[in-house]
Protein backbone atom coordinates (compact mmCIF):
# COMPACT_ATOMS: atom_id res chain seq x y z
CA UNK A 1 0.00 0.00 0.00
CA UNK A 2 1.00 3.82 -0.63
CA UNK A 3 2.20 5.11 2.78
CA UNK A 4 4.32 8.57 3.18
CA UNK A 5 2.81 9.94 6.55
CA UNK A 6 1.74 6.04 7.14
CA UNK A 7 -1.38 5.89 7.32
CA UNK A 8 -4.54 4.29 5.04
CA UNK A 9 -6.18 6.47 3.03
CA UNK A 10 -9.69 6.13 2.41
CA UNK A 11 -12.41 7.96 -0.42
CA UNK A 12 -13.75 10.89 1.19
CA UNK A 13 -16.11 13.31 -0.46
CA UNK A 14 -15.84 16.74 0.42
CA UNK A 15 -13.48 19.84 -0.84
CA UNK A 16 -11.39 23.04 1.04
CA UNK A 17 -13.28 25.78 1.73
CA UNK A 18 -12.11 29.45 2.22
CA UNK A 19 -11.66 30.39 6.34
CA UNK A 20 -10.27 32.95 8.34
CA UNK A 21 -6.81 32.94 8.94
CA UNK A 22 -7.09 31.83 12.64
CA UNK A 23 -7.57 28.54 11.13
CA UNK A 24 -4.20 28.25 9.86
CA UNK A 25 -2.50 26.55 13.16
CA UNK A 26 -3.16 23.06 14.68
CA UNK A 27 -6.45 23.12 17.01
CA UNK A 28 -7.15 19.86 19.06
CA UNK A 29 -9.92 18.74 21.10
CA UNK A 30 -11.19 15.77 23.09
CA UNK A 31 -7.85 15.75 24.18
CA UNK A 32 -5.06 14.91 21.58
CA UNK A 33 -7.57 14.74 18.44
CA UNK A 34 -6.19 16.97 15.71
CA UNK A 35 -9.30 18.91 14.23
CA UNK A 36 -9.31 18.76 10.43
CA UNK A 37 -8.12 21.57 8.82
CA UNK A 38 -10.87 22.90 6.27
CA UNK A 39 -8.28 25.23 4.59
CA UNK A 40 -5.50 23.53 3.85
CA UNK A 41 -5.73 24.48 -0.04
CA UNK A 42 -5.13 28.30 1.20
CA UNK A 43 -1.76 26.99 3.13
CA UNK A 44 1.33 27.37 1.21
CA UNK A 45 2.37 24.50 -1.37
CA UNK A 46 5.38 23.08 -1.04
CA UNK A 47 5.39 20.23 -4.06
CA UNK A 48 3.48 17.29 -5.54
CA UNK A 49 4.78 14.09 -6.82
CA UNK A 50 2.87 11.54 -8.76
CA UNK A 51 3.61 7.62 -8.08
CA UNK A 52 6.19 8.33 -5.51
CA UNK A 53 6.87 4.79 -3.91
CA UNK A 54 9.76 2.78 -1.71
CA UNK A 55 8.95 -0.03 -4.21
CA UNK A 56 10.65 -0.11 -7.42
CA UNK A 57 8.97 0.90 -10.81
CA UNK A 58 8.17 -2.88 -11.92
CA UNK A 59 6.40 -3.53 -8.23
CA UNK A 60 4.58 0.16 -8.18
CA UNK A 61 1.55 0.44 -8.41
CA UNK A 62 -0.46 0.66 -12.24
CA UNK A 63 -2.97 3.40 -11.16
CA UNK A 64 -0.51 5.96 -9.50
CA UNK A 65 -1.75 8.85 -7.25
CA UNK A 66 -0.97 12.32 -6.93
CA UNK A 67 0.55 13.29 -3.54
CA UNK A 68 0.36 17.17 -2.63
CA UNK A 69 1.82 19.01 0.45
CA UNK A 70 0.91 21.94 2.34
CA UNK A 71 2.16 23.68 4.71
CA UNK A 72 1.07 26.18 7.05
CA UNK A 73 1.87 30.02 6.36
CA UNK A 74 3.07 31.12 9.09
CA UNK A 75 5.79 27.71 9.20
CA UNK A 76 6.55 28.39 5.87
CA UNK A 77 7.78 32.09 6.11
CA UNK A 78 9.65 31.09 9.26
CA UNK A 79 11.61 28.34 7.42
CA UNK A 80 12.62 30.98 5.01
CA UNK A 81 14.25 33.29 7.26
CA UNK A 82 15.86 29.78 9.48
CA UNK A 83 15.75 26.52 7.67
CA UNK A 84 14.12 25.16 10.67
CA UNK A 85 10.25 24.43 11.11
CA UNK A 86 8.85 26.37 14.29
CA UNK A 87 6.98 25.04 17.21
CA UNK A 88 3.22 24.32 15.85
CA UNK A 89 4.44 23.75 12.12
CA UNK A 90 1.53 21.91 10.48
CA UNK A 91 2.03 19.46 7.15
CA UNK A 92 -1.12 18.51 4.96
CA UNK A 93 -0.59 15.51 2.70
CA UNK A 94 -3.56 15.25 0.13
CA UNK A 95 -4.03 12.47 -2.26
CA UNK A 96 -5.62 12.52 -5.31
CA UNK A 97 -6.24 9.88 -8.46
CA UNK A 98 -4.28 10.83 -11.85
CA UNK A 99 -6.50 11.02 -14.65
CA UNK A 100 -4.86 10.92 -18.26
CA UNK A 101 -7.11 11.50 -20.83
CA UNK A 102 -9.65 14.37 -20.59
CA UNK A 103 -9.95 17.44 -22.77
CA UNK A 104 -7.61 18.50 -25.00
CA UNK A 105 -5.18 16.15 -22.66
CA UNK A 106 -4.13 13.12 -24.50
CA UNK A 107 -1.30 11.74 -22.73
CA UNK A 108 0.82 12.56 -18.97
CA UNK A 109 -1.09 12.45 -15.97
CA UNK A 110 -3.44 15.43 -14.10
CA UNK A 111 -5.19 15.57 -10.86
CA UNK A 112 -8.97 14.19 -9.90
CA UNK A 113 -10.82 12.63 -7.22
CA UNK A 114 -9.95 12.94 -3.40
CA UNK A 115 -8.68 9.77 -2.47
CA UNK A 116 -7.59 11.28 1.54
CA UNK A 117 -5.71 13.64 3.73
CA UNK A 118 -3.30 12.97 6.94
CA UNK A 119 -1.57 15.85 8.67
CA UNK A 120 2.13 16.23 10.52
CA UNK A 121 2.04 17.60 13.01
CA UNK A 122 5.14 19.61 15.50
CA UNK A 123 3.87 20.38 18.97
CA UNK A 124 6.78 20.71 21.40
CA UNK A 125 5.22 20.67 24.90
CA UNK A 126 2.07 17.94 23.81
CA UNK A 127 4.20 15.28 22.06
CA UNK A 128 6.77 13.26 23.19
CA UNK A 129 9.28 13.37 19.77
CA UNK A 130 7.66 16.96 18.87
CA UNK A 131 6.28 16.00 16.23
CA UNK A 132 3.07 13.95 15.55
CA UNK A 133 1.50 12.51 12.45
CA UNK A 134 -2.43 12.03 11.89
CA UNK A 135 -5.24 10.48 9.35
CA UNK A 136 -8.66 11.77 8.80
CA UNK A 137 -10.02 8.35 7.01
CA UNK A 138 -13.27 8.37 5.73
CA UNK A 139 -13.88 12.24 5.72
CA UNK A 140 -13.15 12.36 9.70
CA UNK A 141 -13.52 15.78 10.87
CA UNK A 142 -10.92 14.79 13.31
CA UNK A 143 -7.95 12.23 14.12
CA UNK A 144 -5.83 11.23 16.95
CA UNK A 145 -2.63 10.40 16.07
CA UNK A 146 -0.95 7.48 14.64
CA UNK A 147 0.94 5.02 17.13
CA UNK A 148 4.96 5.54 18.05
CA UNK A 149 4.94 2.29 16.61
CA UNK A 150 3.87 3.37 13.04
CA UNK A 151 7.07 3.33 10.44
CA UNK A 152 6.09 7.46 9.60
CA UNK A 153 8.07 8.64 12.69
CA UNK A 154 11.24 6.20 12.45
CA UNK A 155 10.99 7.08 8.50
CA UNK A 156 10.39 10.83 9.09
CA UNK A 157 13.41 10.77 12.22
CA UNK A 158 15.67 8.73 10.06
CA UNK A 159 15.55 9.99 6.30
CA UNK A 160 13.72 13.61 6.22
CA UNK A 161 16.40 16.07 5.50
CA UNK A 162 15.69 18.84 7.45
CA UNK A 163 13.88 17.59 11.33
CA UNK A 164 11.49 15.14 10.42
CA UNK A 165 10.02 16.25 7.17
CA UNK A 166 11.17 15.31 3.37
CA UNK A 167 12.62 19.05 2.65
CA UNK A 168 14.74 16.73 0.01
CA UNK A 169 11.41 16.90 -1.71
CA UNK A 170 10.84 20.33 -2.09
CA UNK A 171 12.72 22.18 -4.34
CA UNK A 172 12.54 25.70 -3.58
CA UNK A 173 12.90 24.71 0.12
CA UNK A 174 16.02 22.20 -0.49
CA UNK A 175 17.46 25.63 -1.44
CA UNK A 176 16.48 27.54 1.13
CA UNK A 177 17.93 24.51 3.87
CA UNK A 178 20.96 24.45 1.76
CA UNK A 179 21.81 27.97 2.41
CA UNK A 180 20.80 28.02 6.45
CA UNK A 181 22.76 24.63 6.62
CA UNK A 182 20.28 22.69 8.31
CA UNK A 183 20.32 19.58 5.90
CA UNK A 184 20.32 16.53 8.47
CA UNK A 185 20.39 13.86 6.02
CA UNK B 1 7.49 21.11 -27.30
CA UNK B 2 5.87 21.23 -24.44
CA UNK B 3 3.33 23.72 -24.39
CA UNK B 4 0.38 24.43 -21.95
CA UNK B 5 0.40 28.62 -21.97
CA UNK B 6 2.14 28.74 -25.47
CA UNK B 7 5.32 29.74 -24.87
CA UNK B 8 8.65 28.61 -24.91
CA UNK B 9 10.65 27.74 -21.74
CA UNK B 10 14.26 28.56 -21.15
CA UNK B 11 16.32 27.43 -17.88
CA UNK B 12 16.55 30.09 -15.26
CA UNK B 13 18.10 30.39 -11.82
CA UNK B 14 16.48 31.38 -9.07
CA UNK B 15 13.62 31.11 -6.43
CA UNK B 16 10.71 32.75 -5.04
CA UNK B 17 10.44 34.78 -1.42
CA UNK B 18 8.38 36.29 0.85
CA UNK B 19 7.24 39.20 -0.56
CA UNK B 20 4.26 41.66 0.76
CA UNK B 21 0.52 41.11 0.12
CA UNK B 22 0.81 44.13 -2.12
CA UNK B 23 2.46 42.57 -5.16
CA UNK B 24 -0.13 39.97 -5.57
CA UNK B 25 -1.78 42.21 -8.16
CA UNK B 26 -0.20 42.41 -12.06
CA UNK B 27 2.44 44.84 -12.06
CA UNK B 28 3.16 46.59 -15.53
CA UNK B 29 5.98 48.69 -17.04
CA UNK B 30 7.12 50.29 -20.02
CA UNK B 31 3.83 49.96 -21.26
CA UNK B 32 2.30 46.88 -21.35
CA UNK B 33 5.15 44.69 -19.98
CA UNK B 34 4.23 42.17 -17.20
CA UNK B 35 6.66 42.57 -13.87
CA UNK B 36 7.65 39.07 -12.95
CA UNK B 37 5.60 37.86 -10.19
CA UNK B 38 8.28 37.32 -7.03
CA UNK B 39 5.88 35.83 -4.42
CA UNK B 40 3.99 33.22 -6.66
CA UNK B 41 4.81 30.16 -4.90
CA UNK B 42 2.71 31.93 -2.23
CA UNK B 43 -0.24 32.45 -3.83
CA UNK B 44 -2.82 29.93 -3.91
CA UNK B 45 -1.99 26.95 -5.52
CA UNK B 46 -4.35 25.36 -7.63
CA UNK B 47 -2.77 21.88 -9.44
CA UNK B 48 0.11 20.54 -10.68
CA UNK B 49 0.28 17.61 -13.56
CA UNK B 50 3.37 15.59 -14.87
CA UNK B 51 3.65 15.14 -18.69
CA UNK B 52 0.35 16.96 -19.79
CA UNK B 53 0.62 16.83 -23.21
CA UNK B 54 -1.85 17.10 -26.79
CA UNK B 55 0.38 14.35 -28.23
CA UNK B 56 -0.58 10.47 -27.89
CA UNK B 57 1.56 8.62 -25.12
CA UNK B 58 3.86 7.41 -27.66
CA UNK B 59 4.98 10.62 -29.29
CA UNK B 60 5.11 12.16 -25.78
CA UNK B 61 8.05 13.18 -24.09
CA UNK B 62 10.37 10.42 -22.46
CA UNK B 63 11.62 12.72 -19.65
CA UNK B 64 8.22 14.70 -18.73
CA UNK B 65 8.04 17.88 -16.75
CA UNK B 66 5.36 18.93 -13.76
CA UNK B 67 3.41 21.97 -14.34
CA UNK B 68 2.17 23.56 -11.41
CA UNK B 69 -0.72 26.42 -11.43
CA UNK B 70 -0.94 29.33 -9.07
CA UNK B 71 -3.56 31.99 -9.21
CA UNK B 72 -3.89 35.13 -6.93
CA UNK B 73 -5.74 34.51 -3.66
CA UNK B 74 -7.69 37.60 -4.56
CA UNK B 75 -9.16 35.43 -7.91
CA UNK B 76 -9.29 32.72 -5.51
CA UNK B 77 -11.71 33.84 -3.53
CA UNK B 78 -13.73 35.96 -5.79
CA UNK B 79 -14.18 32.62 -7.80
CA UNK B 80 -15.25 30.28 -4.49
CA UNK B 81 -18.23 32.91 -4.21
CA UNK B 82 -18.99 33.11 -7.79
CA UNK B 83 -17.47 30.52 -10.30
CA UNK B 84 -15.76 33.28 -12.08
CA UNK B 85 -12.64 34.99 -12.31
CA UNK B 86 -12.70 38.51 -11.56
CA UNK B 87 -10.56 41.65 -13.37
CA UNK B 88 -6.53 41.81 -12.35
CA UNK B 89 -7.10 38.13 -11.98
CA UNK B 90 -3.56 36.56 -12.40
CA UNK B 91 -2.33 32.75 -13.09
CA UNK B 92 1.54 31.31 -13.10
CA UNK B 93 2.57 28.23 -14.75
CA UNK B 94 5.69 26.88 -13.33
CA UNK B 95 7.22 24.39 -14.95
CA UNK B 96 9.76 22.02 -13.28
CA UNK B 97 12.06 18.63 -13.96
CA UNK B 98 10.91 15.62 -12.71
CA UNK B 99 12.76 13.12 -11.01
CA UNK B 100 12.72 9.80 -9.76
CA UNK B 101 15.31 8.30 -7.73
CA UNK B 102 16.05 10.23 -4.62
CA UNK B 103 15.90 8.83 -0.75
CA UNK B 104 13.54 6.56 -0.03
CA UNK B 105 11.70 7.08 -3.60
CA UNK B 106 12.49 4.41 -5.62
CA UNK B 107 9.51 5.31 -8.50
CA UNK B 108 7.17 7.73 -9.71
CA UNK B 109 8.14 11.27 -10.07
CA UNK B 110 9.16 14.02 -7.48
CA UNK B 111 9.69 17.55 -8.76
CA UNK B 112 13.57 18.84 -9.49
CA UNK B 113 14.87 22.14 -11.13
CA UNK B 114 13.08 25.18 -12.47
CA UNK B 115 12.34 24.99 -16.16
CA UNK B 116 10.93 28.15 -16.67
CA UNK B 117 7.42 30.24 -15.78
CA UNK B 118 4.62 31.87 -17.45
CA UNK B 119 1.88 33.98 -16.51
CA UNK B 120 -1.90 34.85 -17.55
CA UNK B 121 -3.43 37.86 -16.83
CA UNK B 122 -6.82 39.34 -17.21
CA UNK B 123 -7.07 43.02 -17.63
CA UNK B 124 -10.67 44.26 -19.48
CA UNK B 125 -8.92 47.54 -20.33
CA UNK B 126 -5.74 47.10 -20.94
CA UNK B 127 -6.10 43.37 -23.41
CA UNK B 128 -8.69 43.49 -26.60
CA UNK B 129 -9.61 40.35 -25.62
CA UNK B 130 -9.39 40.64 -21.52
CA UNK B 131 -6.80 37.96 -21.34
CA UNK B 132 -3.06 37.77 -22.25
CA UNK B 133 -0.24 35.39 -21.90
CA UNK B 134 3.58 35.93 -20.88
CA UNK B 135 6.60 34.08 -20.46
CA UNK B 136 9.64 35.16 -18.74
CA UNK B 137 12.44 33.30 -20.80
CA UNK B 138 15.47 32.76 -19.29
CA UNK B 139 15.15 34.23 -16.10
CA UNK B 140 13.66 38.07 -17.48
CA UNK B 141 12.29 40.16 -14.79
CA UNK B 142 9.49 41.33 -17.24
CA UNK B 143 7.82 40.13 -20.48
CA UNK B 144 5.45 41.44 -23.73
CA UNK B 145 2.75 39.67 -24.33
CA UNK B 146 2.83 36.57 -26.62
CA UNK B 147 1.41 38.00 -30.07
CA UNK B 148 -2.84 37.06 -30.18
CA UNK B 149 -1.91 35.05 -33.44
CA UNK B 150 -0.27 32.55 -30.82
CA UNK B 151 -2.23 29.35 -30.28
CA UNK B 152 -2.62 30.06 -26.55
CA UNK B 153 -5.33 32.40 -27.17
CA UNK B 154 -7.27 30.38 -29.11
CA UNK B 155 -6.84 27.29 -27.35
CA UNK B 156 -7.56 28.32 -23.66
CA UNK B 157 -10.69 30.61 -25.70
CA UNK B 158 -11.91 27.53 -27.30
CA UNK B 159 -11.33 24.69 -24.60
CA UNK B 160 -10.60 26.09 -21.41
CA UNK B 161 -13.50 25.57 -19.59
CA UNK B 162 -14.67 28.35 -17.11
CA UNK B 163 -13.76 32.14 -19.41
CA UNK B 164 -10.25 30.80 -20.59
CA UNK B 165 -9.41 29.32 -18.08
CA UNK B 166 -8.55 25.16 -17.54
CA UNK B 167 -10.61 24.74 -14.66
CA UNK B 168 -11.23 21.24 -16.08
CA UNK B 169 -7.50 20.36 -14.69
CA UNK B 170 -8.05 21.92 -11.63
CA UNK B 171 -10.53 19.45 -9.68
CA UNK B 172 -11.46 21.70 -6.39
CA UNK B 173 -12.33 24.53 -8.44
CA UNK B 174 -14.14 22.71 -11.02
CA UNK B 175 -16.50 21.27 -8.30
CA UNK B 176 -17.30 25.25 -7.76
CA UNK B 177 -18.06 26.26 -11.30
CA UNK B 178 -20.44 22.97 -11.72
CA UNK B 179 -22.02 24.29 -8.62
CA UNK B 180 -22.35 28.02 -9.75
CA UNK B 181 -23.02 26.82 -13.66
CA UNK B 182 -19.96 28.68 -14.88
CA UNK B 183 -18.61 25.95 -17.31
CA UNK B 184 -18.68 27.66 -21.22
CA UNK B 185 -16.78 23.95 -23.09
Known sequence: MRKI???????????AQAQPAAENAPHFRSGDRLQRPA????????????????????????????????????AYRAFLQTGKWPDQTMFVLEVRASQ??????????????????????KDERRFPGK???????????????FPKSQSCYSCHAEHGAVDNTFVQFYPTLLEIAKQKGTIAH
Chains 1, 2 share one sequence.
Open 5 to 15: FGGALLLFAGC
Open 39 to 74: NYREWVWLSSGLGMSYLAPEEASANPAFDNVFVTPA
Open 100 to 121: SKGSINQSGHYQGALMGIEAEV
Open 131 to 145: WAFFGFQGGADSAGA
